[in-house]
């Protein structure tokens, strides 16, 4: 049976670099395996989820190469919790309690005290009818929990793609709720639903989710359902060591868009970050899932670093062919052809460099008048400038002549003739910019160094 896995975003900010590794772990392993990828935008929270999130993430989700094949929100499927809660309910597994937040917090501390773990102590499930309607009569309403384990074994257990053999002990757990006092649902329920209604196959997640994972195979099987197959990673911290938040803004993969970051890039090393294999180029998404495996993540918190992804995304320009440049220059004004982008590449750290590069070989240059002692050297390069058509070779035989004419070699050469063409020290190549700003242009800026 083809794979299906799910990311599982909530709608309530932008996605950051750490969601995006899930993302990618989940679109990765479906590129290799085959299968579909669903994008679930977990929206019970009505007050805090906004439409305009869930299109900043599909957005986000795209532009990093990810195409869910089906989307859909768990807002519009309420009505299959309600089933799954009352069936739940028959059965006897969701059991209505009364306690209020303090009261809870109450036990908990007069269990600390006598050494007992910190869990539900289950008193609810002794209520009667009466002592329920009078519960209700002074104008409580329940919320509803989970009976974890009905007297079989305590300990669940499965096979982490990530961690390997995991276990918890469900009588460390508290019952959960599943149904809060508002009727409204907690993450547990749904999620579960959804994963059996959609025959998720993989569930592909952070580690936070580990201690769900005991809870949810319980529910998996109060409903009636195999699980699936479960993946935790280890998380992505900011460089100081904290972890990410939607709320912050930070790492948000909107935001490294905005700055010009490659896609790609972004996915490298959102990727390959915390794990044994090296940021470095690959062609492309495919390429990443070819030599993901899950064993090769490593299990603590692992750094994002911006500076290596300026770093990897110089990298990945350097090595950029023109064809898939060229729309995206064009849409920046900065295409000037295959010889420009081979030419400039190597000196842009964001593609949208290039653009500046352009303006250098278009002109006008701001360059300032060359100090007297290197006057000689643009004379002499003005005399030789040879006649056109120009090309690479062009800078060679003229600039021996120059050398020639003045005595002047290396840099004491190049640089007065660099900073006359670009009005810059530094730069590509100046034997691939000569054809490129052409004859004309060389000589006027040529010429415009010797006015002062
Ligand atoms: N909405 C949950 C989250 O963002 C989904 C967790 C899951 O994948 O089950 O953490």
Same mark, same amino acid.
């Given at each position: 049976?083809?794979?299906?896995?799910?990311?599982?975003?909530?709608?309530?900010?932008?996605?950051? =670099?750490?969601?995006?590794?899930?993302?990618?772990?989940?679109?990765?392993?479906?590129?290799?395996?085959?299968?579909?990828?669903?994008?679930?935008?977990?929206?019970?929270?009505?007050?805090?989820?906004?439409?305009?999130?869930?299109?900043?993430?599909?957005?986000?989700?795209? #532009? *990093? %190469? $990810?195409?869910?094949?089906?989307?859909?929100?768990?807002?519009?499927?309420?009505?299959?919790?309600?089933?799954?809660?009352?069936?739940?309910?028959?059965?006897?597994? *969701?059991y209505a309690c009364y306690e209020t937040p303090e009261e809870l917090d109450r036990k908990r501390?007069?269990?600390?005290?006598?050494?007992? &773990?910190?869990?539900y102590d289950r008193a609810a499930?002794?209520l009667?009818?009466?002592?329920?309607?009078?519960l209700?009569?002074?104008?409580r309403r329940p919320h509803?929990r989970?009976? *974890?384990?009905?007297?079989?074994?305590?300990?669940?257990? #499965?096979?982490?793609?990530?961690? %390997?053999?995991?276990?918890?002990?469900?009588?460390?757990?508290s019952d959960?709720v599943? !149904?809060?006092e508002?009727?409204?649902?907690?993450?547990?329920?749904? @999620?579960? =639903?959804?994963? $059996?209604?959609?025959?998720?196959?993989?569930?592909?997640?952070?580690?936070?989710?580990?201690?769900?994972?005991?809870?949810?195979?319980?529910?998996?099987?109060?409903?009636?359902?195999?699980?699936?197959?479960?993946?935790?990673?280890?998380?992505?911290?900011?460089?100081?060591?904290?972890?990410? @938040?939607?709320?912050?803004?930070?790492?948000?993969?909107?935001?490294?868009?905005? +700055?010009?970051?490659?896609?790609? +890039? !972004?996915? $490298?090393?959102? =990727?390959?970050?915390?794990?044994?294999?090296?940021?470095?180029?690959?062609?492309?998404?495919?390429?990443?899932?070819? @030599?993901?495996?899950?064993?090769?993540?490593?299990?603590?918190?692992?750094?994002?670093?911006?500076?290596?992804?300026?770093?990897?995304?110089?990298? $990945?320009?350097?090595?950029?062919?023109?064809?898939?440049?060229?729309?995206?220059?064009?849409?920046?004004?900065?295409?000037?052809?295959?010889?420009?982008?081979? +030419?400039?590449?190597?000196?842009?750290?964001?593609?949208?460099?290039?653009?500046?590069?352009?303006?250098? =070989?278009?002109?006008?240059?701001?360059?300032?008048?060359?100090?007297?002692?290197?006057? &000689?050297?643009?004379?002499?390069?003005?005399?030789?400038?040879?006649?056109?058509? #120009?090309?690479? @070779?062009?800078?060679?035989?003229?600039?021996?002549?120059?050398?020639?004419?003045? %005595?002047?070699? %290396?840099?004491?050469?190049?640089?007065?003739?660099?900073?006359?063409?670009?009005?810059?020290?530094?730069?590509?190549?100046?034997?691939?910019? *000569?054809?490129?700003?052409?004859?004309?242009?060389?000589?006027?800026?040529?010429?415009?160094?010797?006015?002062?």
């Amino acid at each position: 049976m083809p794979a299906t896995v799910r990311f599982a975003p909530s709608p309530t900010g932008h996605i950051h =670099v750490g969601n995006a590794r899930t993302a990618l772990f989940n679109w990765l392993f479906i590129l290799r395996e085959g299968g579909r990828f669903l994008l679930r935008f977990d929206d019970t929270d009505r007050e805090r989820s906004r439409e305009e999130y869930a299109e900043a993430i599909d957005r986000d989700l795209r #532009w *990093l %190469g $990810i195409a869910p094949h089906e989307t859909f929100r768990q807002s519009e499927r309420l009505d299959r919790y309600e089933t799954a809660a009352d069936r739940l309910r028959a059965s006897g597994r *969701l059991y209505a309690c009364y306690e209020t937040p303090e009261e809870l917090d109450r036990k908990r501390k007069a269990r600390l005290r006598r050494g007992l &773990p910190p869990v539900y102590d289950r008193a609810a499930l002794a209520l009667t009818a009466e002592q329920k309607r009078a519960l209700e009569a002074e104008g409580r309403r329940p919320h509803w929990r989970f009976l *974890l384990e009905t007297g079989g074994p305590p300990e669940l257990a #499965w096979d982490d793609l990530f961690r %390997g053999r995991q276990r918890v002990d469900l009588a460390s757990l508290s019952d959960p709720v599943l !149904v809060r006092e508002d009727g409204s649902f907690t993450y547990t329920l749904p @999620s579960v =639903v959804d994963d $059996i209604d959609r025959a998720v196959s993989h569930v592909i997640r952070g580690d936070d989710h580990v201690t769900n994972t005991g809870v949810q195979i319980a529910l998996f099987a109060a409903l009636g359902a195999a699980p699936p197959v479960f993946g935790h990673h280890n998380l992505l911290l900011d460089a100081s060591g904290e972890g990410l @938040s939607k709320r912050s803004g930070a790492q948000s993969v909107a935001s490294y868009r905005d +700055a010009g970051y490659e896609a790609l +890039a !972004v996915a $490298i090393l959102a =990727v390959r970050t915390g794990t044994s294999d090296a940021a470095e180029p690959v062609a492309d998404l495919a390429a990443l899932a070819a @030599s993901f495996d899950p064993r090769r993540v490593s299990h603590g918190g692992a750094r994002f670093d911006t500076a290596e992804l300026d770093a990897l995304n110089a990298r $990945i320009l350097h090595g950029l062919p023109y064809d898939d440049a060229a729309p995206r220059l064009q849409a920046i004004g900065a295409d000037g052809g295959e010889a420009f982008w081979l +030419a400039v590449r190597g000196n842009c750290t964001r593609l949208r460099d290039a653009a500046d590069w352009r303006r250098v =070989v278009r002109g006008p240059v701001a360059a300032s008048p060359a100090p007297p002692e290197d006057e &000689p050297v643009i004379a002499a390069a003005l005399a030789a400038l040879p006649p056109e058509p #120009w090309d690479r @070779s062009t800078w060679g035989p003229w600039t021996d002549a120059v050398k020639a004419a003045t %005595g002047r070699k %290396g840099r004491a050469l190049f640089m007065p003739i660099r900073r006359a063409l670009t009005g810059l020290d530094h730069g590509p190549e100046l034997a691939a910019l *000569l054809p490129l700003i052409g004859r004309t242009d060389t000589q006027a800026r040529l010429a415009a160094s010797l006015r002062r």
